[in-house]
């Protein structure tokens, strides 16, 4: 569903407001799960800029057909904490505009940026983010924190160089969780969803995934990401970042990367379709297949480090 159809252009500019008449609608890069479109609109005085998102992915709405009440419930909730999220202008829960949810937000200003002139700089600013994100208290929001992958039916890779520390991972990962704070987390935080304006984080999108749960989650996530996109030492430069700002309220523990590895772990892995819309196209599958291998061995030294 790459177009928006007339009935969704009469659903935003019914929710915006009786005088909004649509001026542009551009097609926005980077969404690989669902179609995101941006619209200006004329108000009586002044221009106004808001996104719409369809959840047209049948396989994604079979397993979690809540999605547009799980974005609208995030996003309610992380800008009435004060975080750098869109606003919540209307929400389609059931597909009854044009047959698949919908969520309609605001506009937040920013660009993604995955070539940063001052990676350190940019790092300390994702760093710092997530633990914004990450002292939002939450006890009563109804999504909480799973697991993508069944642990008891994960395999060691084929592709793998390194069969053996495979098997360590998934060995690791087999035992109980450690006990961890639960707190409001993003749960797909990565470079790709993070907006920067004049060299400062200026906001955080694509929430659906939000719930409550453990810290390291978003940490270990966001390292995998940093890892395939950079190196390894990229992802334990951003750990660091995390740590320093965190402070003592978030204790590190291996289990937390090793469980978000396994999290990806459906396939060969495979360059994000988003980092090549935002520029990086030098990227293979098979340097992602050598980079998964390498974070994999550094994350199992650590872990018997830790021991």
Not at 224 to 247: H, P, R
Not at 256 to 268: A, E, K, M
Request: aromatic share 10%; hydrophobic share 40%; net charge negative.
């Amino acid at each position: 569903m790459d177009y928006l159809s007339e009935q969704i252009q009469k659903w935003v500019v019914s929710a915006v407001g009786k005088n909004a008449a649509i001026v542009s609608i551009e097609r926005l890069k980077g969404s690989t799960s669902s179609v995101l479109h941006k619209l200006t609109l004329k108000l009586t005085d002044e221009m106004k800029e808001v996104v719409v998102r369809q959840y047209d992915n049948k396989e994604w709405l079979k397993e979690e057909p809540d999605l547009a009440l799980h974005e609208a419930g995030s996003l309610f909730w992380a800008t009435d904490k004060g975080l750098s999220a869109p606003e919540v202008i209307a929400y389609e829960e059931r597909g009854k505009v044009c047959g698949v949810p919908l969520v309609l937000m605001s506009k937040v200003t920013g660009t993604v940026e995955l070539k940063p002139q001052d990676m350190s700089e940019w790092i300390d600013g994702l760093a710092k983010e997530l633990v914004k994100i990450h002292t939002v208290d939450i006890s009563d929001f109804p999504w909480k924190y799973f697991s993508y992958n069944d642990m008891g039916k994960v395999e060691v890779p084929g592709w793998s160089s390194v069969p053996g520390t495979w098997k360590k991972v998934i060995e690791m990962v087999k035992g109980a969780p450690p006990k961890a704070r639960e707190c409001f987390i993003h749960r797909d935080y990565h470079p790709a969803n993070v907006l920067w304006e004049s060299g400062s984080v200026s906001g955080v999108v694509d929430w659906v995934n939000a719930c409550m749960g453990p810290a390291g989650i978003d940490v270990g996530h966001c390292r995998w990401n940093l890892a395939m996109l950079y190196d390894v030492e990229t992802a334990d430069e951003f750990l660091s970042a995390y740590q320093g700002y965190a402070g003592p309220d978030y204790v590190y523990d291996p289990y937390w990367d090793l469980i978000s590895l396994i999290d990806v772990l459906f396939g060969p892995p495979e360059v994000y379709p988003g980092w090549k819309a935002f520029g990086v196209t030098e990227l293979t599958n098979k340097l992602m297949e050598e980079r998964m291998d390498k974070y994999a061995v550094s994350l199992v030294e650590n872990a018997e480090r830790s021991e």
